[in-house]
């Protein structure tokens, strides 16, 4: 027999839980030391492929590219973490 009761239980619980824990998780992504960090990874990349021989223009467009990555994803899980909050299904803070 499938354990409906605890199931239901079990969704309940997570669905309170993860917006709470993915909110937590944005406000990390966006602190001031997340910033600093991805600054010095973003310079990372464009020191390492230029000591690597790959010319300068090259590697600061690849080393942006990198950045809008890394931006794009956040973006994407910010998003639907704005979406939950929009619609008044938990509070996150």
Wanted: charge should be negative; avoid cysteine; aromatic fraction near 4%.
């Amino acid at each position: 027999m499938i354990p409906v009761k605890e199931i239901s239980e079990l969704l309940d619980m997570a669905s309170a839980k993860v917006p709470q824990l993915a909110g937590r998780l944005i406000a990390q992504i966006y602190s001031r030391e997340a910033g600093t960090n991805m600054g010095q990874a973003v310079g990372s990349l464009y020191r390492e492929l230029v000591e690597a021989g790959v010319p300068q223009e090259d590697a600061l467009s690849m080393a942006k590219e990198y950045l809008l990555s890394i931006n794009e994803m956040i973006k994407s899980f910010g998003g639907n973490m704005k979406t939950t909050q929009d619609s008044g299904e938990d509070d996150v803070g």
